[in-house]
């Protein structure tokens, strides 16, 4: 991994590249990298056989160095050999996801290539005076498949439910009367900040569940999916006026659930309950 250098993409150097939407990041660019990589190790290969005359399933790869019965030399020494006998060291590389297909008339086909799975619960305490929250524990468990790199998917994971709790609960647009945009600025469009963050945090990745289909290291996509565990903050929060209406009155609760919003449907929790109650006397 030291000797590996990553530079920002360049339409002189990757031109007419894809876009990483979709969560498509790691998929796509990782194994059109392996391709391309894959590429070179063959020149390197069919450079070796030709000059050192060894049967290309005996050459080994491994810890940077490269060997064969009774021979060994640094991955070094061998591109080094090889850009002087005019080998060329680069490639690019293309990758093309497989198996999709959807027939949009039919509503048929295969539209993903797999699927990422995950569970969530979240815990929240209401002020029913006020109608504000806070989350205090949320429990998440991802399928992130064979993970590439688990420090980099947990905070991926973590972020993705930030934003999800964030859409669900107080990203609220609002339109004027002339139909602009009322909400456009951190003034009045309330993103999720770091003192929304639940008190206890915890985030594990599905172990021993590497993806099924030939991803890069089977691993499996994790920028976008994370976003909906959200749900589970807004789910809770149904509970939280569901548990306080005595459990007898489940009042419509509008996404997002801002305070404003949860103190109207506990209001109308409360008499939907009397109202039950009286009802029953």
Known sequence: MAHIEVTSTRTDKVPNTSPTAASSGTDLNGQ????????????LVDYLVETYQVDAQDIEFSQGNVSWPKH???????????????????????????????????????????????ASVSEVEVDTYTGTYTVSQVDILHDVGESIN???DLGQVEGGFIQGMGWLTTEELVWGQDGRLQTNAG??????????????????LLQNSKNHEATIY??????EPPFMHGISVWSALRDAIWAFGGEKANPQLD??????RVLWA????????????????
């Open 72 to 118: 060994q030399i640094s991955f070094a020494q061998l591109t080094q050999e090889a850009y002087l006998a005019r080998i060329s060291m680069s490639a690019t590389g293309y990758y093309r996801t497989p198996k999709i297909h959807y027939d949009r008339e039919q509503a048929k086909g295969r539209p993903f290539f797999y699927y990422s799975c995950g």
């Open 187 to 204: 003034a009045s469009y309330k993103i999720p900040a770091v003192g929304d963050t639940p008190k206890q945090f915890n985030v594990a």
């Open 150 to 152: 688990p420090a980099i």
């Open 218 to 223: 089977h691993s499996k996509a994790v920028g």
């Open 255 to 260: 996404a997002p659930a801002t305070p404003e």
């Open 32 to 43: 059109a990298a392996r391709n391309a990589a894959l590429t070179i190790k063959q020149r």
């Open 266 to 281: 506990l209001q109308e929790a409360k008499e939907q309950a009397e109202k039950t109650t009286r009802g029953a006397s």
